[in-house]
């Protein structure tokens, strides 16, 4: 039985969803393979490759956890790519929901986005996924 969300979700973004719940699953290897990877890197990552569906956005998570995540330019669906303290992922969350008291946006950035290498690794994490996505041939963005 499909959930009543489903029939809410645009197909776009439904779509959106999927295709990047894909990406995150084949090129988990390659991100995590010797060194770690945070939600901050991840958001800008995939922003940057879906710079004109999602925008990065961070602060923190339940009031307590320096998080980023991604939200549509509607501003009416939140993808969490590296969900706080879960085993899985992304999460897809409309934004107008509970869940809006439990990711709360800042504007200070974490000390984690504010590191020398973050720029260096926001960059190797975007050239695995672009490499991850060529190689599945997903539909690249539209222009």
């Keep these: 039985m499909e ?3 489903y029939k809410k979700v ?10 990047i719940e894909g990406l995150l699953l084949r090129s988990s290897f390659y991100l995590k393979k010797g060194r770690l990877i945070d939600c901050h890197e991840l958001s800008e990552s995939l922003a940057m ?18 998080h980023s995540w991604l939200i549509s330019l509607d501003e009416e669906w939140l993808i969490d790519p ?7 992922g992304p999460l897809l969350i ?7 008291k439990i990711y709360i946006e800042r504007t200070e950035r974490p ?8 720029p260096e690794r926001v960059r190797y994490t975007y050239r695995v ?15």
Excluded at 94 to 100: A, D, M, V
């Design 3 to 5: 959930h009543a969300l």
């Design 10 to 19: 645009p197909d776009e973004i439904l779509q959106l969803f999927q295709e």
């Design 49 to 66: 490759l879906y710079f004109d569906q999602l925008q990065s956005r961070f602060g923190v998570f339940a009031g307590v956890s320096p």
């Design 82 to 88: 590296y969900p706080v303290a879960c085993l899985g």
């Design 94 to 100: 409309k934004r107008k929901s509970h869940w809006q």
């Design 111 to 118: 000390f984690l986005m504010r590191a020398d290498n973050f």
């Design 129 to 143: 996924l672009c490499r991850t996505k060529a190689l599945l041939s997903l539909s690249p963005p539209p222009p």
